[in-house]
């Protein structure tokens, strides 16, 4: 069956201008998280939906950073008036609903590269 | 100090050779994965592991919960193994997120 599809695959953008990525989830999955791999950072949590629930916005960087998923399917990931330092790859994954006590795999996709002129 | 922390950062070892990647963390968890990552490739998830000891094909993972440390092996390693490595937990707190290591980059030569 289909993966976890992102897009862009890749956006160049000017400091200031404000970006969109796109991510939709494996079918049937509630839980979707967004990532971020910096070069020389690692990767780091940003923002967890699961179904109804209230999003864990606990990993957003700042108030630039907004994220929304409608009809509990596609998500999007907004950052507001780019800086260079927001650079880097953003990457969703989704995995079915964690029950009490067990977690479930995620399941990652191929990102999007974004470049920060 | 990082809550999730891998050794060693990088390998080189030859084709053939039995690998060994280790994390250790400092949180209580629910749950640890293993991902590859590799060069301009998408994250695959391994194992996803929380007691014991997991096994698929030539790669075998282990955790020891109670000394926080898992380790991943590679039996019989090929050049196709080569790739980034990542260990992440997702601590007790009650979220979902993971915490990642800064990951094990892994050449195998031929």
């Known amino acids: 069956g289909a993966g976890v599809s992102q897009s862009p695959s890749n956006k160049v953008t000017e400091k200031g201008k404000d970006v969109e990525l796109r991510c939709d989830p494996i079918?049937?999955?509630?839980?979707l998280y967004w990532y971020r791999q910096s070069l020389g950072q690692g990767l780091e949590f940003l923002i967890y939906?699961?179904?109804?629930?209230?999003?864990?916005k606990s990993g957003l960087p700042s108030d630039r950073f907004s994220a929304e998923r409608t009809g509990g399917s596609v998500s999007t990931l907004t950052i507001q008036r780019t800086q260079q330092e927001d650079s880097a790859v953003y990457l969703c994954a989704s995995s079915r609903p964690p029950g009490q006590g067990f977690q479930e795999t995620q399941y990652f996709g191929p990102g999007t590269r974004l470049l920060v002129l | 100090k990082n809550e999730v922390e891998q050794s060693p950062q990088n390998l080189t070892a030859q084709e053939g050779e039995f690998i060994t990647i280790n994390c250790s963390y400092s949180v209580g968890i629910s749950a640890l994965h293993w991902l590859q990552q590799h060069p301009g490739g998408g994250i695959v998830s391994l194992f996803m592991?929380?007691?014991g000891k997991k096994k698929h094909g030539r790669l075998i993972a282990t955790i020891n919960i109670q000394e926080k440390h898992s380790s991943l092996h590679i039996t019989a390693s090929h050049p196709r193994d080569s790739a980034v490595y990542i260990c992440a937990v997702i601590p007790y707190q009650g979220a979902q997120k993971l915490v990642f290591g800064q990951g094990t980059r892994l050449t195998i030569n031929p």
């Open positions: 939906f699961q179904g109804n629930s209230a999003p864990d």
């Open positions: 079918s049937g999955h509630t839980a």
């Open positions: 592991l929380s007691s």
